[in-house]
């Protein structure tokens, strides 16, 4: 039967095909599309160079009410420290017996500031920040640390243009780094 | 000797007979008496009329009834093996809590006992109004339920946890165990192959790290290369056998077997699929390695080979000279422990301790050493080797390369000092 056998032979290069096609696209098919919407209002994420910092500015000025008022109480009137990190000082203390870790000493890119401070501070209302009130406490912690006048206005490009004292100082992990000559009798 | 129905295979058999000729060979004909006691345990009244050749008092009335606890928990005689939770912290939103390691047997922690590390406490998410969302250098961006994600194919493995910070390089060291190392725990976890989820999205080209980002209050976000991501990396929903618990991420969190634990995301909501690294917060400032020079390692995500003697250990109490079983704990990021040291002479000399088979791939392995204490002071301690031969180091050989502002990845040799008159401590403290 001819028409049979052309039947099943087109029946098996559809199945062949749509399985090839679903392989493709998704194996399981499993999950639906995430919306451009959807993947915005979720997506926060700042990296090292500014990329995805939103549109908004902020002063210095401004953010010193913001951080007294919202900042404050944790990290010390000037930054230096309470329940929450010291964010303030410490340069030229990492290579002593008491280093002193803060955005000014430490963190190696400043845009990492307003991706912090947006996703989880404050402690007890993360996000609830607006846009200009986060470059303005960005702006104002770093004037602190004496990277950014006290007339400034922080944007998405002048925060990524910020040269962050540490930055140079990160390396890569070198481990297995110590060696044991594992020793097993009289040592 | 053998139990009714153990299998006796001729390993086992072998390893069990050497096991009783040198222990009854170490024990020297000393009488096999008294044991071991915790500071902590329970200091019962002993009632006469409930020892021989009286018959005790719980068998003289029926017990509870069925259904009297409908979700099981332990004897109340038990009462003192709880999470170890630092006492006078600053504050107990980013914190963490240890699991009582000195207490436990085998290499499976109880959910209950499991530590915990959060960096902004923990959320009670409803699983029905969870999603994960995968995105960035993907064909086609998804969402996901919690449904969807159990309909992938699933697996279990047992896999270690540990934090990066277990312990400190500074003093003072802790007492116990648990003060040293019980920022560790392991577990049968069970979910999702992360290579699979990522296949059903289509990587693209330049695709070399995933950035996951957690749905707590510090949106708590780390970049993991792909190559782990395509490895033995799990999206995982649940732990020994029951959905996770929320101080462990319920609904869903990632697992990375062998990595620092903040890495292994929980309440994970987002995977968005990069060419870089985001450099968070959490991979720049808190967890990177600082060096004596100033210098300071970063992405540092594999917890190397480590091991601990958990009984005898600090805070507990040898009654009486004679056998003692020397009982403990080793795994290593890189893979499977090939060989577990341990001395017995403060150092001098070293020898091999008996491995509990199976021994998994980046999973706990009890090791047991049996030994007779003759009453003398002395300091244990023991010493991992993993399938790459690497050697765990001394507390001094790690402190020599990175200095002691190193505030990560400690995974030094811990022994521990024996008195005459039972009490073991820190040896280093």
Redesign the interface.
């Known amino acids: 039967m001819p028409s049979r056998k052309l039947y099943l032979a087109a029946l098996a290069a559809f199945a062949l095909a749509s399985a090839t096609s679903a392989q ?5 098919g ?5 919306t451009p919407a ?2 915005a209002g ?7 160079y500014g990329n995805n910092l939103p549109p908004g500015s902020g002063t210095v000025s401004h953010g010193r009410e913001v951080f007294d008022q919202q900042c404050a109480a944790c990290h010390g009137a000037k930054g230096e420290g309470g ?1 929450g990190d010291k964010l303030v000082g410490g340069q030229g203390t ?2 002593t ?1 008491k ?1 002193v ?1 803060t ?1 000014g000493s ?4 400043a845009p ?1 500031l307003f ?2 401070i947006r ?2 501070m404050p ?1 007890s209302a ?2 609830s920040l607006s846009n200009e009130d986060v470059y303005a406490v960005s702006a104002y912690i770093l004037n602190l640390n004496g990277l950014m006048p006290a007339d400034a206005t922080l944007d998405a490009k002048t925060l990524s243009a910020v040269k962050m004292p540490n930055r140079s ?19 | 000797m053998t139990e009714p129905g153990d299998v006796e295979d001729d390993a086992g058999a072998t390893s069990r007979r050497r096991f009783l000729r040198e222990g009854a060979a170490l024990m020297g004909g000393a009488v096999l008496a008294g044991g071991l006691a915790g500071s902590e345990a329970v200091a019962a009244t002993v009632n006469a009329n409930n020892l021989p050749p009286n018959v005790p008092e719980w068998m003289k009335a029926p017990g509870d009834p069925m259904g009297s606890q409908l979700y099981g928990t332990p004897s109340p005689f038990e009462n003192s093996v709880v999470k170890n939770i630092p006492k006078n912290l ?2 107990y ?2 914190a963490s809590g240890r699991t009582p390691l000195q207490d436990l047997d085998g290499i499976i922690t109880p959910n209950g006992l499991f530590y915990e590390r959060h ?2 406490g923990v959320p009670a998410i409803d699983p029905a109004q969870h999603r994960l ?3 960035g250098l993907v ?6 339920t919690m449904d ?1 994600i159990r ?2 194919p699933s697996e279990s493995r047992i896999h270690f946890l540990e934090c990066s910070g277990n312990p400190e390089y500074k003093k003072p060291y802790g007492k116990t165990a648990s003060d040293l190392v019980g920022l560790l725990s392991c577990a049968e976890w069970t979910g999702v192959s992360l290579k ?1 989820v990522l ?4 990587l693209q080209p330049g695709a070399k790290w995933v ?1 996951a ?1 957690g749905a707590d ?3 708590l ?1 780390r970049s993991i290369p792909i190559e782990k991501c395509l490895d033995d990396a799990m999206l995982v929903y649940s732990q020994n056998g029951e959905r996770l618990r929320p101080q462990q991420g319920y609904p869903l969190r990632l697992l990375l077997p062998g990595f620092e634990g903040n890495m292994n995301i929980k309440w994970l ?2 995977l ?1 699929v ?1 060419a ?6 959490e991979e ?2 808190k967890y ?1 390695d ?1 060096m ?11 917890m ?1 080979a480590k091991s601990i003697i958990t009984r005898p250990s600090g805070g507990q109490r040898l009654n009486t000279p004679g056998f003692h079983e020397i009982s403990g704990i080793a795994w290593s990021g890189h893979g499977k422990i090939k060989r577990v ?1 341990v001395s017995v002479d403060d ?4 020898q091999e301790a008996q491995l509990q088979e199976p021994v998994l791939t980046r999973a706990l392995t009890r090791f047991r050493f049996p030994w007779h204490w003759d009453g003398q002071p002395a300091v244990i301690q023991s ?1 991992a ?1 993993d399938e790459t031969g ?5 507390l001094a ?2 402190l ?3 200095g ?2 190193y505030d990560y ?1 400690n995974n030094a040799i811990w022994p521990w000092r024996i008195a005459a008159d039972g009490e073991v401590s820190n040896a280093l403290a």
């Open positions: 493709a696209q998704s194996p399981y499993i999950g639906r599309a995430a959807e993947i979720w997506n926060i994420d700042v990296d090292r329940l990492l290579a017996p280093p870790k955005v430490y963190w190696p890119y990492t991706d912090y996703r989880a402690q993360p996000q100082m990160f390396v890569g992990d070198p481990r297995p780094d110590v060696k044991n000559p594992e020793c097993m009798t009289g040592c | 600053p504050q939103l980013s960096h902004a969302m995968l995105h064909d086609k961006p998804l969402i996901f969807d309909r992938f699979l296949q059903e999205a289509g950035v980002e209050a510090a949106a976000t909501r987002r968005r990069a870089e690294p985001t450099y968070s917060r720049t400032s990177t600082l004596p020079t100033g210098s300071a390692r970063e992405f540092t995500f594999y190397e040291d150092g001098r000399n070293w010493r080797i690497y050697v765990q180091p001394t050989e790690l020599a390369v990175r002691d502002n990845h």
